[in-house]
């Protein structure tokens, strides 16, 4: 067994440069019939996230992320469907912008409810009545 010298700390220091301080989020979008939503964070390289969204009706979603620099239209899809919820971990592959899409298209209005926990500091969201950021 290679032991490093005594001098050199057993933990390194880099993941305080990469990660900020742990920050947590809920909201609830209401979405009519036939409308959409999109919301996302910004997420360094690396930087996770806990999720889970729960909506009293079923939505079409789409879990994907925009590439610091690129064109929106490269998006990376990791996860699409129809559901009433999904939970999971999300560890960003690239800087950029990280989230969903959820889509009512059915004929009674629906709740979502997002709750997260992760290394962000903003969030984004694109709805009908424009782009709007939040800061944590």
Known sequence: IRRPPRST??????ASDVYKR????????????FESIEYKY?????????FSWEADGEVVFDFHSEEEGTDPEDAVT?????????????VAPFAGIHGWFWENRGSSVVEINLVTKGYFDQSITYSPSGKYKREF
Do not use: M, N
Request: cysteine-free; proline content about 5%.
């Open 9 to 14: 700390p057993l933990y390194s220091s880099a």
């Open 22 to 33: 742990q920050v947590s989020d809920e909201i609830v979008f209401t979405l009519e019939p």
């Open 78 to 90: 990791f996860d699409v469907g129809r559901s009433a919820s999904e939970s999971g971990t999300y």
């Open 42 to 50: 910004v997420l360094g390289d690396g930087q996770s996230l806990i």
